[in-house]
């Protein structure tokens, strides 16, 4: 089976770099999975910029140091698919409630994405790609797929 390639939505890396619970340990899972191997990453070019922005509070420069090194921890293992102007004009022309989430739709169409995994509850369902929770995500892998990431007891 050819690995999944599947692009993370801001609030999953979010959950995992500042361990953001109850929703840590799911994109933990998808992280160090991406870090063996086992799925292809990415991230899209213009949401590092949110991610450090969140992750530094407004831009708090006190926080900028650590950020950064967590953000070039997150690159030995995470792809990022570089956002172009026609993706954004693209995404302008369209009429998406939550423009963001266009624009996440269409990169992933782009790369030719599996999956995207958000925590996004408000996340548009569309038949043209699959959209997962961590949790789900997991589920459906071992329901569809056979595939089980179940902790083993010792």
Same mark, same amino acid.
């Given at each position: 089976?050819?690995?999944?390639?599947?692009?993370?939505? &801001?609030n999953?890396?979010?959950?995992?770099?500042?361990?953001?619970? @109850? /929703?840590?340990?799911?994109?933990?899972?998808?992280?160090?999975?991406? *870090?063996?191997?086992? /799925?292809?990453? +990415?991230?899209? =070019?213009?949401?590092? $910029?949110?991610?450090?922005?969140?992750? $530094?509070?407004?831009? #708090?420069? =006190?926080?900028?140091?650590?950020?950064?090194?967590?953000?070039?921890?997150? *690159? &030995? /293992?995470? %792809?990022v698919?570089?956002? $172009?102007?026609?993706?954004?004009?693209?995404?302008?022309? !369209? =009429? +998406? =409630?939550?423009?963001?989430?266009?624009?996440?739709?269409?990169?992933?169409? #782009?790369? *030719?994405a599996? !999956?995207?995994? $958000?925590?996004?509850?408000?996340? @548009?369902? &569309?038949?043209?790609? *699959?959209?997962?929770?961590?949790? %789900? /995500?997991?589920? +459906?892998?071992?329901?569809?797929?056979?595939?089980s990431?179940?902790?083993?007891?010792?």
């Amino acid at each position: 089976m050819a690995l999944q390639k599947l692009l993370v939505d &801001t609030n999953v890396v979010i959950d995992f770099l500042l361990h953001r619970d @109850p /929703f840590y340990e799911k994109a933990r899972l998808l992280m160090l999975c991406g *870090r063996v191997g086992e /799925f292809n990453l +990415w991230i899209a =070019s213009s949401q590092v $910029t949110d991610i450090i922005y969140i992750m $530094t509070d407004g831009g #708090k420069k =006190s926080k900028v140091p650590e950020t950064l090194e967590k953000l070039r921890a997150l *690159r &030995t /293992f995470v %792809n990022v698919f570089a956002v $172009t102007d026609a993706d954004i004009d693209k995404m302008l022309a !369209a =009429s +998406w =409630s939550d423009p963001e989430d266009g624009l996440l739709i269409n990169l992933a169409l #782009k790369m *030719r994405a599996d !999956a995207i995994i $958000t925590r996004d509850a408000d996340f @548009p369902e &569309t038949d043209l790609i *699959r959209v997962h929770d961590c949790a %789900n /995500f997991f589920e +459906w892998l071992k329901d569809e797929k056979g595939l089980s990431y179940d902790e083993i007891p010792y």
